[in-house]
């Protein structure tokens, strides 16, 4: 993903989905995974003298011997860290595996029921900030899959690490100041300040800064506290960041719209706003067939060509602030939507570039699940365990081992 310096690192460990096979999971750093060794701290006299050197830096920016010496008692240099920064995946995918991991049924089903155990507290939260709560739960499923996986590594260790590497010196210094300055303002202790492998933190995922300029104590305990087992402090934080970047109270992100036959696709992208009753008079409808609600200037997307189309609004420009990629935005969105009891999107989605559409990938699944070569869960999503299997399969009957899942590969496994 390509984001800005200001929110690049805003909600990376929930945000970037990567599929393990036909199952799929959160990315790196979540709490419940093994440790890895790298991700513990060893030796590195490069690392400790440039530490030196930090630490006379913040001192000389107001940071307190006792709190420098708390937060880096116990941190160390972590090699896995370095390893994450140099080996970042971004992952290519259609707007349907997206949505496929980003709004499965279990996401659906667990944001519900969070939703609703949390419906007062969201209900204040929207009533001071004007987000909705199930926009704001979206959220936290996505950037966290609701508290799950909030990251275990600590901050200062980590960000210490990728600003003593350099690759982005300045941006992870900053990061680690300000670590020190939630340390010093007693919102958390060094060994709670934990994140992802790039300091994002909590429950929806703020870096240092995000925390600094947009973290509320909705409690009312006199601490920001993003890090605990009660996420209210972090979505209200959240809320926080979208209502200051612009939400438009009572308007939507965006809905699904059908367009006529005629439609003059070079109209559609981002920023190419017009109004309503602009598209509407080209003949753009929504799913119902009727005219879309006026909520300001609109653009058309449509992000997969032969997939759905969306009418979106300036909350769509709003939750792009924490994640600039149009999957991710829509995947917020339409998560929400769900979450509000809305349904699946309408529109088809045309076949893959090996001729295949959903059902044929999850059936494809299924088949090898059945002959005996794990393919994870079936959902249609072609990642590492599919692969893995297809390849199985293929050497195990004597085909060209490609990995590649076909039309003529399911035909055999049915």
């Not at 860290?81 to 667990?110: K, P």
Request: charged content about 20%; proline content about 6%.
């Amino acid at each position: 993903m390509k984001l800005s310096r200001r929110t690049f690192f805003l909600g990376l460990a929930g945000s970037a989905l990567s599929a393990c096979g036909g199952r799929t999971r959160l990315a790196a750093g979540a709490a419940g995974d093994v440790v890895d060794p790298a991700l513990l701290p060893q030796p590195n006299a490069g690392w400790d003298a440039w530490v030196a050197a930090f630490r006379e830096r913040a001192a000389g920016r107001g940071v307190s011997a006792s709190v420098l010496e708390r937060a880096f008692a116990g941190a160390g240099y972590l090699p896995g860290v370095i390893e994450r920064d140099r080996n970042q995946t971004e992952f290519r995918r259609t707007l349907e595996d997206y949505l496929q991991i980003a709004a499965n049924d279990e996401r659906v089903a667990n944001g519900r029921a969070q939703y609703a155990r949390l419906r007062p507290v969201l209900s204040a939260i929207e009533e001071r900030f004007g987000v909705p709560g199930h926009v704001v739960t979206a959220v936290w499923g996505m950037e966290s899959s609701y508290g799950t996986r909030r990251g275990t590594i600590p901050v200062v260790s980590s960000t210490s690490t990728l600003a003593y590497d350099g690759r982005r010196g300045d941006f992870f210094e900053d990061q680690l100041m300000a670590a020190l300055r939630i340390l010093q303002s007693g919102d958390t202790r060094p060994e709670t300040l934990t994140g992802s492998w790039a300091g994002a933190m909590g429950h929806t995922q703020f870096i240092p800064t995000s925390y600094e300029g947009f973290a509320v104590d909705f409690t009312g305990d006199g601490r920001r506290d993003i890090w605990s087992e009660d996420p209210t402090d972090s979505l209200a934080s959240t809320a926080n960041y979208l209502s200051r970047n612009g939400w438009r109270r009572g308007a939507p992100w965006g809905v699904e719209v059908r367009l006529p036959a005629d439609f003059d696709s070079s109209l559609a992208g981002r920023g190419k706003d017009r109004p309503v009753s602009d598209w509407t008079a080209r003949g753009v409808r929504d799913m119902a067939g009727a005219p879309v609600r006026d909520f300001g200037a609109a653009s058309i997307l449509v992000p997969q060509p032969g997939g759905p189309a969306f009418m979106v609004f300036r909350n769509f420009t709003v939750i792009s602030r924490y994640n600039n990629a149009v999957n991710y935005v829509i995947g917020v969105g339409h998560l929400g939507d769900r979450i509000a009891g809305g349904g699946p999107v309408r529109g088809g989605f045309p076949p893959d570039a090996n001729g295949l559409r959903l059902q044929d990938r999850q059936a494809l699944q299924r088949g090898l699940t059945r002959a005996g070569f794990d393919a994870g869960e079936p959902d249609g999503v072609i990642g590492g365990n599919t692969t893995g299997a297809i390849e199985a399969y293929q050497a195990a009957n004597g085909l060209p081992v490609t990995g590649t899942p076909s039309a003529d590969l399911l035909r055999r496994l049915r």
